[in-house]
């Protein structure tokens, strides 16, 4: 279990890399603006997590593994470049795998250094959708997550699952049962066009 | 006066809460996006400043009533999304007292854990300015407090006033005097148009 | 070689004061915000650097000299906004040699904390280049290090440069070479129009 939950905050770390990185190639920035948008993107979320809880240094300071997958995610988008347009949905997919695990992961990781399930819940959601709101504000353009469709709201969904299922069966079906409902609610809403605006 | 501190502190956050939803609704942002941007508006100084000054976990992860005070002030800007235009007056009347309160408060914590003088008066100053500054960073405008406008330079005042008053007085007395000067500065700046443009 | 590190460091502080300072004259932001800009830009770097590796409080709220330097910088500012336009080369000269210091110095602060040397390299640049960052977002447009012209390249040319020399020579001409190094990448990057782009 721990090491499928390293693999996929691995592969998480390497898709949210070239997510950042596909918005730097578009807005034609060099080499080492690509970079360090597909870094703020991919480590955006845990590092405002780890400040916040007092958890320093950040964890991507003693673990180089985080900085060789975003090298490894730019790589791969200047590679792809052209190909871009069918990596679109493949890439939707690999995020939302990303901000589910994201989710669970800093709720744990929060719930590790003593704090509350309600602060677990929150800095969640932030390990989640962070990077890419820095992504969004460091490109100078309004953040996705303040869009009409429903991004952030999955991860709470989920987070709230992950801690109700916590407490009655065993903490890797919760884990993966959260991380699920966190990709069917993002997906679902996306193809109907869910909204959670109120306006009529 | 403790509890008058703690009262007016979350009277506080629930005014920044309804300043950044109401930010939101205008821009026509999801639920979740009103909810984040009344959370940063109302969080954010207070959370740079305890970052600055190394004391974390940062204060609404350990005391859950901050959250709450932000689910009820986006609560109440859907309520009352259509007297916005009579609220503006009201909200600027709190924002105001907001501000006085978040100055003091945040030179005090940061005097407590015994930083000097120097760095309280600009901790007050953070304290009561970036979570603003966040709103419109997030919402992809020229933050507020970069316009003519005196916003900042009032609560730097009342700062000032603190340090100077707590040397001669008792600490309540010069506490609300400081406060009352940042308000009147703020009220009289807006009414009278005043500005710190050196342009002529 | 310490008091020559300090001297360059105060200096750097002045000058990126100074950077600061003028874009938000050119933006008629009032005098708190040339003032929050000049601070951002000239502390924000050592700031996000100080955060991420954990050694908090910042150290500009623990040595007054640098609030007391952004405040000159804001001051001659104001003084010599006429003359803005013979002053853009010094500037330019003036901000290269402290991102060249900013570099290095950390580096060296990451370092000391314990933390490796693929850590203190990309400390060593963000130090350099996050206050131009947070100027430009504040100011609302996108970062100049996004644009095509090479800048934190400069830097990391430089930090690389450093680690490999401080395993052969002595510390103080190592650290001298590294940042004539990036004065001197960053000057003819600018001279002959070099761009990481890899667009044809």
């Known amino acids: 279990m721990e090491t499928l939950i390293f693999g996929i905050d691995y592969l998480g770390t390497l898709v949210f890399a070239i997510s950042g990185a596909v ?62 347009v069918r990596w679109k949905r493949g890439m939707f997919l690999f995020d939302t795998i990303g901000i589910a695990l994201y989710t669970i992961l800093g709720l744990q990781k929060t719930l590790d250094v003593g704090l509350s399930p309600t602060a677990a819940v929150l800095m969640g959601v932030v390990s989640a959708v ?25 991860c709470l969904a989920g987070a709230l699952c992950f801690l109700a299922l916590d407490a009655l069966i065993n903490e890797s079906i919760a884990m993966l049962i959260s991380i699920a409902l966190v990709f069917v609610i993002r997906v679902l809403a996306v193809k109907r066009r869910w909204s959670l605006s109120l306006e009529t």
């Not at 958890?55 to 871009?84: E, F, Q, R």
């Not at 709101?133 to 009409?148: E, G, S, W, Y």
């Open 23 to 84: 918005v730097g190639l578009e807005r034609r920035f060099d080499v080492f603006g690509v970079l360090i948008l597909a870094l703020a993107t991919a480590i955006g979320g845990g590092t405002l997590r780890d400040v916040l809880i007092g958890s320093t240094p950040v964890g991507w300071l003693t673990n180089p593994h985080y900085l060789y997958l975003v090298l490894a995610g730019v790589l791969i988008s200047y590679l792809l470049k052209d190909v871009a």
């Open 130 to 154: 962070f990077g890419g709101v820095t992504r969004d504000v460091m490109a100078n353009r309004v953040p996705l997550i303040f869009r009409k469709e429903i991004y952030a709201s999955a």
